[in-house]
Nanobody, 116 residues
Framework: QVQLVESGGGLVQPGGSLRLSCVASGFTFSIRAMTWYRQAPGKERELVAVISAAGGSTNYADSVKGRFTISRDNVKNTVYLQMNSLKPEDTAVYSC?????????WGQGTQVTVSS
């Protein structure tokens, strides 16, 4: 079965950095685009970044452009989100997502808190 397991979240001060990881299993990782989303308390879920299957194409939410970088390792079946220059408004639960024909899968999420 499809599994997505995120890690790397935590508490960081404004201006700091974190690297999130999402390890995937149960599907052919190398042929699927992968997406990071986030959801802050009381807000709707927001698409953060998406990467194509081969990793050659990426897109970002305007709010994170220039600060976040999405990447993937198709040997390790892992997608990453490098987050730099973090701001308090980046505080949220971050989840990875994949769409396999007929169904959308989500990980359990990892909490990122940006606070001094």
């Amino acid at each position: 079965q499809v599994q997505l397991v995120e890690s790397g979240g935590g508490l960081v001060q404004p201006g700091g950095s974190l690297r999130l990881s999402c390890v995937a299993s149960g599907f052919t990782f190398s042929i699927r685009a992968m997406t990071w989303y986030r959801q802050a308390p009381g807000k709707e879920r927001e698409l953060v970044a998406v990467i194509s299957a081969a990793g050659g194409s990426t897109n970002y939410a305007d709010s994170v452009k220039g600060r976040f970088t999405i990447s993937r390792d198709n040997v390790k079946n892992t997608v990453y989100l490098q987050m730099n220059s973090l701001k308090p408004e980046d505080t949220a639960v971050y989840s990875c997502n994949v769409v396999v024909p007929g169904r959308t899968y989500w990980g359990q999420g990892t909490q990122v808190t940006v606070s001094s």
